[in-house]
């Protein structure tokens, strides 16, 4: 890219800022190429194992510093375009966005809000770090980029996470005090996007900083009236100018008294190989007359009890029956799909016999999912009444005319030794091509019944759909938005 491109009042801020040396290797920088980064998926496959030293082999890829998961990659080798993408093995993400994570760094069992979520690049990695364990809810208001982060959340296998589509306000009334750590990776004006997306450089302004750091600091109020006092935030950007950056975080903090800068961090793309970030880590003070964590009296996720749930939520724009019917359908549904799992999936029973550790079976539609919980904030249907969930928590299947079918979700979230029948593919054959494409396949005469499909990986095996096995053919169930024709 051309330094010439960049905008004149760009340029002058950045000398203004770092000083003329350095502004104008900032600027220069410009010239080089962008970066290219993926994290690998540790819910899936586990650090130095034979699976992971494989993908690094084979896409050449070189450790990200500041991030353990992390690694760059050549733009030639197109991971993206690979089977191991589709079978949530690792993630394509900005390697300087991986920042913002590490210094949040959630622990599992805690309770999580990931503000303003989509792609899902930020909430995969809470989710590797709660490894299942807890509840995370990604929030993204915009309907489209919504869908793209509930996609992204079910490719990695996560099942404790909620998505939803909701205004910060709308989230805030409903849950305050409620989260342990909160990641805002705030809507910005995007100069770290320069190298990668030339229309980032034809929509920056001066007016858009600042209309920029304006709804920042409206989300930020938000974010702060949902945080747990002892609890930790995690502010980032994309973006260089300080009216983004520090000044919002210092605003915030004279605004805050009970909260607390705790680090700071900057990626410059002319010091670090990325494209450029920042991140504040903030803590709010416990306070001396409430228990650190706990949530405020009045709000209605502290009142409520999981096991008197009445389903009122609209995922995807479903409509539902209330009350005893509905409890019914719900217990009519998971009995159906318990008895499913037996004989298909009987690997996954041990987790089954625990599910009140994981969430509550819940029935949107024909929809059937398991709701995830902790122990603190009970997430109730009552209590998400009214709000647009595109995935309410894990989704096992849909439940029609008393007959149960898996979901691909379930396939993404599973062992592939938890089930009774899987069909291998090798990682470069023309039989995955054929199944990513949506084709049926050949199997052997005596397989019958839901076939658990899987990619060869490093010598084990990862899930990427369901087939269903029946006269030497498999039937191919991979939804049809996910089909796609890999590379030659």
């Given at each position: 890219m051309s330094m010439t491109a960049l905008p004149d009042s760009f340029r002058e801020r950045?000398?203004?800022?770092?000083?003329?040396?350095?502004?104008?290797?900032?600027?220069?920088?410009?010239?080089?190429?962008?970066?290219?980064?993926?994290?690998?998926?540790?819910?899936?496959?586990?650090?130095?194992?034979?699976?992971?030293?494989?993908?690094?082999?084979?896409?050449?890829?070189?450790?990200?510093?500041?991030?353990?998961?992390?690694?760059?990659y050549d733009e030639d080798k197109r991971p993206g375009k690979h089977a191991y993408h589709a079978a949530g093995l690792y993630y394509i993400q900005e390697p300087s966005a991986m920042?913002?994570?590490?210094?949040?760094?959630?622990?599992?069992?805690?309770?999580?809000?990931?503000?303003?979520?989509?792609?899902?690049?930020?909430?995969?990695?809470?989710?590797?770090?709660?490894?299942?364990?807890?509840?995370?809810?990604?929030?993204?208001?915009?309907?489209?980029?919504?869908?793209?982060?509930?996609?992204?959340?079910?490719?990695?296998?996560?099942?404790?996470?909620?998505?939803?589509?909701?205004?910060?306000?709308?989230?805030?009334?409903?849950?305050p005090l409620a989260f342990d750590r909160i990641m805002l990776d705030a809507p910005c004006s995007g100069e770290g996007m320069f190298r990668k997306d030339p229309d980032a450089i034809a929509e920056w302004s001066e007016?858009?900083?600042?209309?920029?750091?304006?709804?920042?600091?409206?989300?930020?109020?938000?974010?702060?009236?949902?945080?747990?006092?002892?609890?930790?935030?995690?502010?980032?950007?994309?973006?260089?100018?300080?009216?983004?950056?520090?000044?919002?975080?210092?605003?915030?903090?004279?605004?805050?008294?009970?909260?607390?800068?705790?680090?700071e961090k900057r990626i410059w793309p002319h010091r670090h190989k990325g494209e450029g970030h920042y991140v504040a880590l903030l803590q709010r003070k416990s306070r001396v007359?409430?228990?650190?964590?706990?949530?405020a009296a009045s709000s209605p996720a502290f009142r409520a009890e999981p096991d008197k749930a009445r389903p009122k939520s609209k995922p995807h724009g479903k409509k539902r029956s209330n009350g005893k019917n509905s409890e019914r359908n719900t217990t009519a549904a998971f009995e159906a799909f318990t008895?499913?799992?037996?004989?298909?999936i009987p690997g996954f029973g041990g987790w089954l016999g625990d599910r009140a550790g994981e969430g509550i079976p819940i029935l949107f539609g024909e929809s059937l999912y398991l709701l995830p919980f902790s122990t603190e904030l009970h997430l109730t249907p009552d209590i998400l009444a009214g709000l647009k969930i595109p995935r309410a928590g894990l989704q096992l299947g849909d439940y029609k005319k008393g007959r149960f079918q898996p979901a691909h979700a379930l396939a993404m979230a599973i062992r592939p030794a938890d089930?009774?029948?899987?069909?291998?593919?090798?990682?470069?054959?023309?039989?995955?091509?054929?199944?990513?494409?949506?084709?049926?396949?050949?199997v052997p005469a005596d397989y019958r019944g839901w076939c658990l499909v899987r990619v060869e990986c490093g010598g084990d095996s990862f899930p990427l759909g369901w087939g269903k096995a029946s006269g030497g053919q498999l039937k191919n169930h991979l939804p049809k938005g996910l089909r796609q024709q890999l590379p030659v």
């Amino acid at each position: 890219m051309s330094m010439t491109a960049l905008p004149d009042s760009f340029r002058e801020r950045m000398i203004t800022m770092l000083g003329e040396r350095e502004g104008q290797t900032f600027l220069n920088s410009y010239a080089m190429p962008r970066t290219y980064g993926l994290r690998i998926n540790t819910l899936k496959i586990k650090p130095g194992s034979p699976a992971e030293r494989d993908i690094i082999q084979r896409f050449g890829l070189e450790g990200i510093p500041w991030c353990e998961d992390g690694f760059y990659y050549d733009e030639d080798k197109r991971p993206g375009k690979h089977a191991y993408h589709a079978a949530g093995l690792y993630y394509i993400q900005e390697p300087s966005a991986m920042s913002a994570v590490e210094l949040l760094n959630p622990q599992p069992g805690e309770t999580v809000l990931d503000l303003a979520a989509a792609p899902g690049g930020k909430t995969t990695q809470i989710a590797m770090k709660m490894n299942g364990k807890g509840l995370l809810i990604s929030n993204e208001i915009h309907p489209q980029r919504a869908k793209i982060l509930a996609e992204n959340v079910e490719r990695f296998g996560v099942r404790n996470a909620v998505v939803t589509q909701a205004a910060p306000g709308e989230l805030s009334s409903r849950f305050p005090l409620a989260f342990d750590r909160i990641m805002l990776d705030a809507p910005c004006s995007g100069e770290g996007m320069f190298r990668k997306d030339p229309d980032a450089i034809a929509e920056w302004s001066e007016q858009s900083v600042e209309f920029c750091a304006a709804r920042q600091w409206d989300i930020l109020q938000d974010a702060v009236a949902m945080l747990k006092p002892g609890g930790q935030l995690a502010y980032s950007t994309c973006t260089f100018n300080r009216e983004e950056n520090e000044e919002t975080i210092a605003r915030l903090l004279a605004h805050y008294p009970d909260l607390t800068l705790v680090a700071e961090k900057r990626i410059w793309p002319h010091r670090h190989k990325g494209e450029g970030h920042y991140v504040a880590l903030l803590q709010r003070k416990s306070r001396v007359d409430e228990k650190p964590g706990a949530l405020a009296a009045s709000s209605p996720a502290f009142r409520a009890e999981p096991d008197k749930a009445r389903p009122k939520s609209k995922p995807h724009g479903k409509k539902r029956s209330n009350g005893k019917n509905s409890e019914r359908n719900t217990t009519a549904a998971f009995e159906a799909f318990t008895d499913w799992a037996e004989s298909e999936i009987p690997g996954f029973g041990g987790w089954l016999g625990d599910r009140a550790g994981e969430g509550i079976p819940i029935l949107f539609g024909e929809s059937l999912y398991l709701l995830p919980f902790s122990t603190e904030l009970h997430l109730t249907p009552d209590i998400l009444a009214g709000l647009k969930i595109p995935r309410a928590g894990l989704q096992l299947g849909d439940y029609k005319k008393g007959r149960f079918q898996p979901a691909h979700a379930l396939a993404m979230a599973i062992r592939p030794a938890d089930a009774a029948l899987t069909w291998t593919l090798k990682p470069d054959s023309s039989e995955l091509a054929a199944y990513l494409h949506g084709d049926t396949l050949a199997v052997p005469a005596d397989y019958r019944g839901w076939c658990l499909v899987r990619v060869e990986c490093g010598g084990d095996s990862f899930p990427l759909g369901w087939g269903k096995a029946s006269g030497g053919q498999l039937k191919n169930h991979l939804p049809k938005g996910l089909r796609q024709q890999l590379p030659v």
